[in-house]
């Protein structure tokens, strides 16, 4: 009777097996619980971001900077002849420790003058973006049907090759055995 009752309780290790498991599980629905919290707060954060209120005022203030931009470009020379003179034609009154700044700082000024030509022109390019996109995949995908067909290509010449080498082996065991023929009959 004693050892019918001592089977009857399930043993300790079954019993901290299904603890384990259920431990196991409260950990995984803990991390699908993080994973969709990550997901709610990303589309949160980035919800305002793509909103069309939004995206039209980031879009006027660009269009401002870059008519503003443009102004300055078209005055680049008076601007850059203005920078290079001296005020009121007269030497600027800098302590001659200091000259050597204001050397670097007024080649720093024609440099960024010089630049931002280059920088209104990637502001204009944006709204090519698109297009360029679209010339990109479409020349991703003539380069993905030219990389099969070049691989068509090469397993054929491959078999070419092989086809040659088994006619240039047939040709001279041919060759080989007529002139054994011929050596046996002399």
């Not at 069309?52 to 680049?76: D, G, I, R, S």
Request: glycine share 0%; charged share 30%.
């Amino acid at each position: 009777m004693e050892m019918l009752d001592s089977c009857k309780s399930p043993a300790p290790f079954f019993i901290n097996f299904s603890r384990i498991k259920q431990i196991k599980d409260l950990k995984a629905e803990i991390r699908q619980k993080t994973l969709e919290l990550d997901l709610l707060t990303l589309e949160k954060d980035t919800a305002d971001v793509v909103h069309p209120f939004f995206l039209a005022q980031k879009c006027e203030a660009l269009q401002n900077m870059n008519q503003h931009l443009e102004t300055v470009l078209k005055e680049k020379k008076a601007l850059r002849h203005r920078l290079m003179k001296p005020l009121c034609q007269e030497n600027l009154a800098i302590e001659a420790i200091y000259h050597r700044y204001v050397v670097q700082l007024l080649d720093l000024a024609v440099n960024f003058i010089e630049k931002l030509e280059s920088h209104v022109e990637t502001i204009r390019n944006i709204p090519c973006l698109d297009s360029s996109v679209k010339n990109m995949d479409r020349a991703l995908t003539r380069m993905t049907v030219l990389e099969g067909e070049t691989e068509q290509l090469i397993e054929n010449i491959l078999k070419w090759r092989e086809q040659q080498k088994e006619i240039s082996s047939s040709i001279t065991k041919l060759f080989s055995e007529d002139l054994f023929k011929k050596s046996t009959r002399l």
